[in-house]
């Protein structure tokens, strides 16, 4: 098998340790505190900032307005309202715009 396979099978696996091995510590207590629970809950913003962030700051008009269309109908819209919109609105300004 070639180099680029196995790369893609251990990343397979540590990514699947990892997540076992966190619900197996957090499986082990019989209470969580408020406080933790609070902070777990805020892991999945905190990734998609991470994610979103650095391709916000060198984005171009595209992706800006993408961003813009994205926001706002999450306010009103679910999730895949939100992606959709964003999406749509990413493919066609980057079609017409540049």
Known sequence: MSATLW????????????RVGGHLVISRFDHIHPRVEAGLNA????????LVAPAALS?????????VVAAVVSL????????LAGAVVLILARQFVG
């Open 7 to 18: 790369i893609i099978i251990a990343g397979a696996i540590a990514t699947y340790l990892t």
């Open 43 to 50: 892991v999945p913003a905190a990734v998609l900032t991470t």
């Open 59 to 67: 984005a171009g008009p595209a992706e800006w307005a993408a961003l």
């Open 76 to 83: 009103r819209g679910g999730l895949m309202a939100m992606f």
